[in-house]
Structure formats: C-alpha cells, structure tokens
C-alpha cells in the first residue's frame, strides 16, 4: 500500500532547529508536489508548505514563512522541512502529503498522508 513516512521529530528548546523528512512507502515521491501540514492539541489541521515537483514553486503560511525551508532531493525521493527559530506554538504533530499538483497542495486536495511525526518546542 503506498503511503508517506515521516521523519526527523523530537524535542527542542525555543529558538533551536529540526529537520523534517518525508518518503514515500512503495512509490516514488519525485512525482508529486507535497505538502506539510501541522495539527496542534485541540486545533484543527493546518497547512504549513507545499512544493512543486520541479522546486520551481514553493508556499509558507504566514506563521513559518521565514523560519521554515521546504526543499526536495528528487534523486533521494525524499521532501524536507527546515524548521528554524523554533517557537513553541510550533509544537504539533506535522504530517507530510501528496498532490497532484502544486496547486492541489494549495487548495489542500491531499492523495497520500503520513501518520506524523510530533515536534515539541519547549519555553
């Protein structure tokens, strides 16, 4: 069964960094814009990145834009977060998924999800 696997949560002290790592179980990522998405205790889901295949096009939502890099290594398949200057209202479980297209990831029309990985931020 295809589905994505992430990687690369723990805990870290406000102001430090993690990196996240997204796969693909039985297909590969390569082929799909991906998006990263967060779901803090109590809150609903939401969208944190999305990028294109090709890397041409990239999103943030207002509340990581210039903390956060997402990036992709086609060649390992694999889609990565660069969490930096970490806050902790960061604190959530982050999922990876896939679309169709850049676009689909804008509009959070999702193909494949991950189980999450959580990321703790202490104060």
């Known amino acids: 069964q295809e589905h994505v696997v992430e990687s690369g949560g723990g805990l870290v002290q406000a102001g430090g960094s993690l990196r996240l790592s997204c796969t693909g179980s039985?297909?590969?990522?390569?082929?799909?814009?991906v998006g990263w998405f967060r779901q803090a205790p109590g809150k609903e889901r939401e969208e944190v990145s999305c990028?294109?295949?090709?890397?041409?096009?990239?999103s943030y939502s207002d509340a990581v834009r210039g903390r956060f890099t997402v990036s992709r290594d086609n060649a390992k398949s694999t889609v990565y977060l660069q969490m930096n200057n970490l806050k902790p209202e960061d604190k959530a479980v982050y999922y990876c998924?896939?679309?169709?297209?850049?676009?689909?990831?804008?509009?959070?029309?999702?193909?494949?999800w991950g189980k999450g990985t959580q990321v703790t931020v202490s104060s």
């Open positions: 998924a896939t679309a169709a297209s850049f676009l689909a990831c804008t509009r959070n029309e999702m193909d494949r």
């Open positions: 039985g297909f590969s990522l390569k082929y799909w814009a």
């Open positions: 990028i294109s295949t090709n890397v041409d096009d990239t």
